[in-house]
């Protein structure tokens, strides 16, 4: 054991200058369980020497150490405002340095090795081990890829997982194409007028993105759906979206693009924005990144500005939110679950579409708790599941694709 390198190390990872070299090196420490117990030291305040001799440098140190695996990925919002993680716990940093020192080592170690963030679930009561948990591989579930089922004007249906890259159909004067990467993409040919529809759906566990014929691309969630025409003429284009979709709209100002979604009609020109629109969700969120955007509901109208999102309800109307947390509203896009005080069902909601579970909740497990943080969705269930040991969550993962929630 080297404490002095190891401190050194950690030193550089948190400034920044690791080279490629010690980057590694730092990997293969923190993946010996002696090294972990050397960081639980660090995050416990008991080194006495150099910059760790400070009352208040420990406590500087675990912050930093966890804000950077959190906010890696060009932050636009903490996790948890500190006003009000300092109203749920008083302060967070003792609970850490208690139960996450493992955690933030296996953190570091796989950031270190895959560029890929993967962080603690947050809640305020210390957690105590789970009586249920399923051993690790036991059952696992592989998390969702890429894949959707296109259906053609002619009501045929393409399978697009297995597809091969290359020209699959034509459809009018458009010619389909799969591209690398998960994506389908329209080329249109010259001349005709003729406009098919064609539906593009992702079943749970799956994914996709389509360029439509006028540039404009779209990114669909799981069990979520997209209709729009293989050519776009008239007025103003029109799709319909079930489900969830992130928009990225090619401009035409003599063209409104038109975005039909549960009872709401959104109008923009160009803009990039987030529809959440899944029925089993408690309301129709539309959340804006750039741009500006119209929306309409029965007899009601708003305008979206960047930063801003709707929830809209049948029972409420339009509710806005200036601040919203845009970066929670696309990580599934950008491959992470994010929550911001979310209760346990719509954490396990957003689960079961990604993983296509099947969920039996016994009796009404974590009432009154809620969720903040942000994981991976490269993540087999069991290892995402681990995490959630943390808050006191029991489960039981059983053959068939079906989880159950235990009180």
Not at 39 to 45: D, H
């Amino acid at each position: 054991m080297n404490p002095e390198l190891f401190r050194q190390l950690l030193d550089k990872y948190i400034l920044e200058t690791l080279s490629e070299a010690e980057r590694g090196q730092l990997a293969e420490m923190l993946a010996l369980p002696v090294y972990q117990d050397e960081l639980t030291r660090v995050l416990q305040g008991e080194w006495t020497e150099g910059i760790y001799a400070a009352e208040s440098v420990d406590e500087q140190r675990f912050e930093r150490v966890y804000r950077q695996l959190l906010e890696k990925r060009q932050p636009v919002h903490p996790v948890l405002p500190g006003e009000e993680r300092e109203r749920e716990e008083g302060r967070i940093l003792p609970f850490y340095k208690r139960i996450a020192a493992r955690w933030i080592a296996a953190a570091i170690v796989l950031f270190l090795l895959t560029g890929v963030a993967y962080v603690l679930w947050i809640k305020s009561p210390a957690a105590t081990p789970l009586a249920h948990q399923t051993p690790r591989g036991a059952n696992d579930i592989a998390p969702g890829s890429d894949g959707a089922l296109l259906t053609l004007a002619d009501g045929s249906t393409l399978v697009l997982d297995t597809a091969r890259n290359g020209a699959l159909a034509d459809q009018g004067n458009t010619r389909l194409v799969k591209r690398d990467h998960g994506q389908l993409s329209y080329e249109p040919a010259a001349g005709g007028v003729e406009i098919l529809y064609n539906t593009l759906s992702t079943p749970r566990g799956k994914q996709f993105r389509v360029q439509l014929p006028d540039g404009s691309r779209v990114w669909l969630n799981s069990a979520s759906s997209l209709r729009y025409p293989t050519a776009f003429r008239g007025p103003s284009r029109k799709v319909i979206v079930t489900g969830e979709a992130y928009f990225e709209v090619a401009g035409n100002a003599a063209m409104p693009f038109i975005v039909e979604a549960g009872g709401q009609e959104l109008k923009v020109l160009g803009t990039r924005f987030n529809i959440n629109a899944y029925p089993d969700e408690a309301s129709l969120n539309t959340t804006l990144l750039e741009g500006s955007v119209k929306l309409q509901h029965a007899d009601r109208e708003v305008m979206l500005r960047p930063g801003e999102q709707s929830q809209l309800t049948e029972q409420t109307g339009f509710r806005l939110i200036d601040h919203a947390d845009l970066e929670g509203a696309v990580a599934w896009k950008n491959g992470f679950f994010s929550f911001r005080h979310a209760d346990i069902r719509t954490v396990i909601r957003q689960l079961s579409r990604w993983y296509d579970l099947d969920v039996e909740y016994q009796g009404n497990p974590l009432a009154s708790q809620s969720f903040s943080g942000e994981i991976g969705r490269n993540l087999g269930l069991a290892d995402l599941l681990n995490g959630l040991q943390l808050t006191q969550v029991h489960y039981r993962i059983e053959q068939g694709k079906k989880l159950v929630i235990l009180p």
